[in-house]
C-alpha cells in the first residue's frame, strides 16, 4: 500500500513540473514576432513598341529556270557519251554519238536506186525521141493518105491500116511520156527520201541545246536510244526560282517576303514572284521567288526549310514568356502594391521570341515573365513582387 502511494505521489509531481515548464514555453513563445508570410518573386520585363513579322517554316525546292530533257528523235544504239554529270557545256557541244551504220546504209542502197533510175530515165529519153519520130511520120502518113482517100486516089484498106499504125505510134509515144513522168518521180522521192536520211545522221549527234551543267546521264554507251525517252539533263545556271507550297488557308500572296536560310543565323530576303494558279495534288498551292544565283552551300534540285512572312504587326511587344494562356483567355500580370494584376490581351503577331499585343497597356509597363507554370502559380496566388529588369527584344 505504501509502495502504491509513493508511487502516485512521483507521478503527480512529475506531471505538475512537465505542465508548468510547457506552459513556461507557451508564454514565451507568445512574445516571439509572428513570421510573415513569403513572397513570391518573378522577374519583368517592360513593354516596348516595336513592329514583328510572323513567319511560318515550309518546304521548298530549288529548280533551275531552264531545265531540258535531251532526246533523240531517232532510235539507235549509244556509240559514245562524251559528257557526265557536273560536266558543263556550251550550246552546240556535242553530247551522244547514236550508231550510224544501219541510216549509212540506207543511204547508200537509195543512192544506188537513184543511179538506177538515172540511168533508166537516160534509155527512156533516147527512145522518146525514136517513138516521137515515128508517131510524127505515121500521123502526117495518115493525113496524107486520108487526102487521097477522099479524092479516090487511096483504097479504104491502106487508109485503115495507116490509121492503126498512126495510132499504135501515139500510143508507144504516150506510153513513154508516161514512163518518163514516173522515173522522174521516183528520182525526185529517192532524193527526198536521202535528203531525209542524211539530216537523220545529224540528228544522231546530239548537241547541247543551250548552255548549262549536265546533271543527269540516264543511259550508258551500248544502250538503245528510244526516240521521245530523255537521255541527258541539261539545266542553265543564269537564274533559279524556288517552289514553295503552303496551305490554302494562309492566304500567301504576290510580292509576299519571304526567308532562305544561308546558315544557322543568317537569312537571304527574297519575294514571291507568282503564285500558280492549279493547286498539286495534295490540295497545296505553288508559290514561285525568283534567284538570280545559286545561294551558297545550295544545290540545284535540294530541298529547303524556308520562313514566309504571313503576317506583321505594330504596336507593343511583350517576350513571348511574358504571356499566360488560361482557359479563359490570354493575359499579361503586373504588380499593383505586391498585387498582381491580370490583364487580357490580343495577340496580333508572333514570332519565335516576341509578340506584338493588344489590350489595356501602355509602353514600359512592367510585366511578370518566366515558365507558364510560374507565370500561373503567380496568377493564383494574387500576390508577389515583380522584379524591374530591361528587355532587350532586337
Known sequence: MYKIYCFFNFSYFTCFRWYKTFKEKKRRISYLPKPEKPIYIVNGVKIQKGKIEETREFL???????????????????????????????????????????????????????????????????????????YKTAYNTYLRNKKLYQKKAFPKEKLELSYSAYKKAEAQYKQILANIKDIKSKIKQTQNQIHIKENELLYLEIKAPINGIVSKVFLKEGNIALTGKPLIQIFNEDKYKLLIQFPQNLFLKEKSKVLIPLNETKYLTAFLEKIYPAAEKNNLYIGEVVLNSLPENVKPFSFLHIKAVIKEAEGFIVPKNAILHLSNGIFLLTEENRNIKSIPIKILAQNEKYAVVEGNINENMIVAIGDESKLRLLFLKGKGKILKQEDKNG
Open 60 to 134: 521548298g525546292q530549288i529548280i533551275p529556270d531552264k531545265t531540258i530533257n535531251i532526246s533523240t528523235k531517232y532510235a539507235g544504239y549509244i556509240k559514245k557519251i562524251f559528257v557526265s554529270e557536273k560536266t558543263k557545256v556550251k550550246k552546240g557541244d556535242l553530247l551522244i554519238k547514236i550508231d550510224d551504220k544501219p541510216l549509212k546504209k540506207e543511204i547508200q542502197n537509195l543512192k544506188l536506186s537513184l543511179e538506177t533510175l538515172k540511168a533508166q530515165l537516160e534509155a527512156l529519153l533516147s527512145q522518146k525521141e525514136a517513138l516521137k519520130t515515128a
